[in-house]
């Protein structure tokens, strides 16, 4: 009988070290080198077209590096260059849940999904806490602003540090969330703007991990009732750059119709701070 116990305590010391049961959120849409995730428990490794995504996993890219994450609800994440992001939450019951994730460096777009429709979906970063419902943002982190926060469409709630918070919804308006509190909205200009796109493009030569850029008609007919939105400049599953938007449509068969519109243009007579953001 004592036996018995021994080998039951030894195959639970066993079973004890093997690693938790993977729960997948999600795959990689598209990727640029150098791009790579940490499963929890697990090595690094490099991110592929079509590689599950899993929750706790932390996805990180270099300089030359971004990548598009696909969730189980539809919504996208694009992670652009030399950034850092963790999923930290996702659950998903067909008309809502929980999604988080923590952001440590870099810049990133989100356009929500099933959950952030259905309830809200929260990005935290080392000085807000950002709730999106219905939408898609922008954030960056870094710069005098620490983190600049750009409202493309839905809810955005932003909470800092100071426990103070401002509300977004108004497309083009964004804020700063510094350690010293959060900024009055202001409409983001142009120029910042692209340059937080660039971060997240393709540059030449890359094709976001596609074998073979398909001809116009190819993505066309592979993308059955899935069509990227027309809009100039493309946003969110666009997001890497034209050059393999018809092969990240195709591998995630994402939900397109959660695509946001572009930001409004300035208004010309429009004056004073709150229309031009502060430097970063």
Excluded at 215 to 227: I, K, S, T, V
Aim: charged share 20%; aromatic share 4%; with cysteine.
């Amino acid at each position: 009988m004592k036996n018995v116990f021994v080998l039951a305590f030894a195959a639970a010391g066993v079973f004890a070290c093997l690693p938790a049961h993977a729960e997948k959120v999600g795959n990689v849409g598209a990727v640029n080198v150098a791009a790579h995730g940490t499963p929890p428990g697990a090595a690094k490794r490099a991110l592929s077209i079509g590689l599950s995504v899993e929750k706790r996993e932390r996805v990180e890219t270099a300089g030359e590096g971004s990548a598009q994450i696909v969730f189980n609800d539809s919504s996208t994440m694009t992670v652009g260059r030399n950034s850092s992001v963790v999923i930290d939450d996702f659950v998903y019951n067909g008309s809502g849940g929980s999604q988080g994730v923590s952001m440590a460096r870099g810049v990133m777009r989100f356009v929500g999904g099933g959950v952030s429709h259905g309830s809200s979906a929260t990005f935290k970063t080392p000085t807000a806490s950002i709730g999106v419902r219905g939408g898609s943002i922008m954030v960056r982190l870094g710069g005098e602003c620490e983190a600049l926060i750009y409202h493309q469409n839905g809810v955005t709630e932003v909470a800092g540090v100071q426990e103070d918070s401002q509300v977004l919804n108004r497309p083009g308006f964004g804020v700063c969330a510094r350690s010293s509190g959060v900024s009055e909205p202001f409409r983001v200009p142009p120029e910042t703007v692209a340059a937080m796109n660039a971060e997240m493009a393709s540059r030449g030569g890359q094709s976001g991990g596609a074998k073979k850029k398909p001809r116009p008609e190819e993505a066309e007919l592979l993308l059955g009732q899935d069509r990227a939105p027309a809009i100039e400049p493309p946003p969110g599953l666009d997001a890497l750059g034209p050059v393999w938007a018809g092969n990240a449509l195709v591998e995630s068969r994402a939900n397109v119709e959660n695509q946001p519109g572009p930001p409004p243009a300035q208004d010309p007579s429009c004056q004073g701070e709150a229309c031009g953001a502060p430097r970063n």
